[in-house]
């Protein structure tokens, strides 16, 4: 029996009612209403097409057919838990494992990112026997009590920082402590760490290990300087810690030359803990940490068996090794190299003609430019880079300012969706003159557009006092 169909007001209208209020939409000031997807592209109950240039949740496609046919063939045979043997968890195990530095052999599946990086903290504590935990500032690793006290993008506008909990800066190349024209802003950066873990250390306190997300994406699309993961891994060791690497963003091939964005910080560079998540199930709750042989003794050894009731289920394993299938036969690294430098180069010419583009950053299909209102004294432009949300394109922003558009796009983005997503972007700068000296000066935006022959509607949604989401959607006259 089909399920029932309700116009989108009555949806709306019961959403408010039976959802908790804190549980957000998009574009809350009219919310689409999506009920299909297919590759990089959502549909609303109109049948209108939106491309889709934030989902990195469905990493290979919406809806891929091949995701859903593993998935619907192993529901129709066997869904159990983790407690009977099954080959899918296993040859799961060992084609990630095939991506991974080899001393990272021993894994553990859960179902998400949260969860993940939970256990992730639980196994780095175990290991060392303590407690601290260094992170990097405007950092988020996920929604329990356990993360939160870890992520000051959440702590700061909650409890604040426990004492258990260090903050090192961000190592930000375009506007942080040390920029672009530092002869070695890895080795710099590095060094506030260990400056960090001195201060700790002298207070008599004890690090269980370093958390970082492999690319920061909450604070800003950041692409990481060359050496500072190995530096601070060095640092962190030497303190008795160990060094956790948040691959939930950007796992999979996202980067395109590597599987795994931590990579980039060299091919000998192997972290001692990875956590994974988003990409993993295209979609389906699936998550994994991954650790060494080493780290999983201690925890074993503590004589307190670890169980998830789902993780690892055959039919998430079975989905997957289905996503990992896709992305090596449709070869999507490559597309995420090739699509992700032409959308990179096309943004590079925007930005050479508007200089409200401050800077653009990223590495395959992680991307993101940021909006200025000066090149000099970098001041954010937050409330411009809300208007592009623009004729039937999802964007969002992301950074401690929300003035960084950022694309984290189904890896089976195309070329044409690359210039269609520049050309619109470039159509809203239109509507901005600006100069590097006094910055940009807005003009007024028409509320309908001869050019276009339609009439468009702004909508904006607030979190907190950061404008995140606007919208601009055609209508007919």
Not at 60 to 74: E, M, Y
Not at 120 to 140: E, F, G, I, P
Not at 396 to 417: H, L, Q, R, Y
Request: net charge neutral; charged share 20%.
């Amino acid at each position: 029996m089909a399920l029932q169909m309700f116009d989108k007001e009555r949806t709306l209208q019961m959403r408010q009612k039976l959802i908790g209020q804190s549980c957000r939409l998009f574009f809350s000031h009219e919310p689409l209403k999506i009920v299909k997807a297919r590759g990089q592209y959502l549909y609303d109950e109109n049948g209108t097409q939106y491309l889709d240039c934030i989902s990195n949740v469905q990493h290979v496609g919406h809806c891929h057919p091949s995701i859903t046919k593993a998935a619907t063939a192993q529901m129709e045979l066997l869904n159990a838990n983790s407690r009977f043997l099954h080959d899918n968890i296993v040859q799961y195990a060992e084609r990630l494992a095939n991506t991974l530095p080899q001393k990272l052999c021993v894994f553990y599946f859960v179902n998400s990112g949260s969860e993940a990086n939970d256990l992730a903290l639980r196994l780095a504590r175990q290991y060392t026997q303590n407690k601290d935990v260094v992170v990097l500032n405007h950092a988020y690793h996920g929604h329990l009590t356990s993360l939160i006290d870890i992520s000051p993008y959440k702590f700061w506008k909650l409890e604040g920082q426990k004492e258990w909990v260090h903050v090192a800066p961000l190592p930000d190349t375009y506007r942080g402590l040390y920029r672009e024209g530092h002869p070695n802003p890895g080795q710099a950066y590095a060094d506030t760490v260990k400056n960090l873990i001195d201060e700790v250390q002298n207070r008599g306190r004890k690090i269980s290990c370093f958390f970082v997300e492999s690319l920061p994406s909450v604070g800003g699309h950041i692409i990481l300087p060359p050496g500072y993961f190995p530096k601070v891994a060095e640092y962190i060791r030497a303190a008795g810690g160990v060094f956790v690497a948040d691959e939930i963003q950007t796992g999979f091939g996202r980067v395109g030359s590597h599987f795994w964005a931590f990579q980039l910080q060299g091919e000998d560079f192997c972290p001692d803990i990875v956590t994974m998540g988003k990409p993993m199930g295209n979609g389906h709750p699936l998550a994994c940490v991954v650790t060494t042989k080493e780290i999983a003794g201690t925890f074993t050894a503590n004589g307190v068996e670890y169980f998830n009731t789902f993780g690892g289920n055959p039919v998430s394993c079975a989905i997957g090794l289905a996503v990992l299938d896709v992305i090596e036969k449709e070869d999507l690294r490559a597309n995420a190299v090739r699509v992700g430098s032409q959308l990179k180069k096309l943004l590079k010419q925007l930005q050479a003609k508007h200089t409200i583009i401050g800077d653009v950053r990223g590495v395959g299909l992680f991307l993101g430019f940021e909006l200025v209102k000066d090149r000099v004294a970098l001041t954010p432009a937050t409330e411009e880079a809300g208007l592009l949300k623009e004729r039937h394109i999802c964007l969002s922003t992301d950074g401690p300012w929300a003035n960084v558009i950022k694309f984290k796009p189904p890896m089976c983005f195309s070329m044409e969706d690359a210039e269609r997503v520049t050309e619109q972007i470039g159509f809203i700068l239109q509507g901005y003159t600006s100069n590097i000296d006094n910055g940009p000066k807005k003009r007024k935006y028409p509320v309908s557009s001869s050019s276009l022959g339609k009439k468009a509607f702004l909508m904006l949604q607030v979190r907190g006092e950061r404008p995140e989401w606007f919208e601009l959607i055609e209508r007919q006259q």
